[in-house]
């Protein structure tokens, strides 16, 4: 009896230096891949907090199995509050310095923590760090390039953020914990770019970086929230009112803000094979702001006239036409 307390004793004094949050939601099919990610990690000091957010299927019968082997720490929501409200809970339980998300449908590169703990040691004072991922379809092979010995780093604006020219998502980012405590969680009225909107106040007030390599998978299938369009635009639309008034603005910035996110719905519509649709809303994003978007939107200035041409013309037409135009730029 005594060793029992003991043990338990021990695991409640045990404090990781990392708490990795999973929020979940129905991902029967893929929850699995998620926790084994995490676990296969080259570097072993951290929890895992799941959250399962009111899952109909069976994603809490398989997070029990996890939970009986202790491999995880299981939050259950008793009605579906939504994706934020699901990141806050396991920020609330966690008891690392710092904290990293893993959405359920997505994985990590073994190396992912260990790669991030290198960068953060070598630059202590960074609150928010962040990689790209890579987009992978339900069903394929993933395969991850060799990560760079030495990472390249480069500062992320709010303003990047704002008008969506970052890769920075939950899967990709470490933050350390204080940063909730002094701008606060992710807003549990957006069911949609809630973490564009965390990001941002995050580094308006602490600033962040972006290291070069791909620590994560971002998959790729039709029941993903970033699929839906519909769901997608009222929410970015709040995101910018709000934005707009908690941070002084100048009238350009608004205009090619609305116009960016006009030219992302756009993109979702015709990544659904909604042509017209997309097309709608690339003529609203014209309409709205007519100049190029500007460097800190894209890096390709004309991008909106390609993506005219290409829902125009559909996937085929154009790919086949870039195709050629590529083979002619390598001859030249």
């Known amino acids: 009896m005594q060793a029992c307390e003991s043990e338990k004793s021990k695991r409640e004094q045990w404090a990781p230096l990392i708490s990795v949050v999973i929020p979940a939601y129905n991902y029967e099919a893929y929850i699995r891949e998620a926790v084994d990610s995490v676990l296969a990690q080259t570097y072993t000091n951290y929890e895992i907090i799941v959250v399962d957010d009111a899952s109909t299927d ?3 019968e398989i997070l029990r199995e996890y939970e009986r082997a202790r491999k995880i720490r299981l939050i259950t929501h008793e ?34 923590l260990e790669y991030h703990l290198a960068i953060l040691k ?51 980012a470490m933050v350390k914990r204080e940063c909730f405590e002094a701008v606060g969680m992710f807003d549990e009225r957006l069911r949609a770019a809630e973490d564009r909107d ?10 962040g970086m972006l290291a070069s390599g791909a620590v994560s998978g971002y998959r790729i299938h039709p029941e993903k929230m970033t699929s839906n369009p519909a769901h997608m635009k009222p929410n970015m639309k709040f995101l910018l009112r709000k934005t707009f008034r908690e941070v002084p603005c100048p009238f350009s910035l608004r205009l090619r803000a609305y116009a960016h996110l006009y030219l992302d719905i756009a993109i979702v519509y015709y990544s659904i094979g909604r ?24 890096k390709i200035p004309m991008v909106r006239w390609v993506w005219a041409v290409k829902i125009i013309l559909g ?8 195709g050629v135009a590529k083979k002619c730029l390598r001859r030249t």
């Not at 965390?198 to 600033?207: A, K, L, S, T, Y």
């Open 58 to 60: 069976r994603t809490p």
């Open 122 to 172: 070598e630059n202590p004072d960074l609150m928010l760090l962040s990689n790209e991922g890579m987009g992978f379809e339900d069903g394929e092979n993933l395969t991850f390039p060799p990560l760079p010995e030495k990472p390249e780093l480069r500062s992320v604006s709010w303003v990047n953020l704002l008008l969506g020219s970052c890769a920075l998502s939950p899967s990709n």
């Open 315 to 322: 996937r085929a037409v154009f790919e086949a036409l870039w």
């Open 275 to 298: 042509r017209a649709r997309g097309l709608e809303h690339l003529m609203k994003s014209f309409f709205v702001w007519p100049l190029p978007l500007g460097p800190e939107a894209r």
């Open 198 to 207: 965390q990001w941002m106040r995050i580094v308006r007030r602490f600033g």
């Open 79 to 112: 009605m579906n509050r939504g994706l934020s409200a699901a990141r806050n809970s396991g920020i609330r339980n966690a008891r690392g310095k710092y904290v990293t998300f893993l959405d359920a449908d997505d994985v990590w590169r073994a190396e992912k």
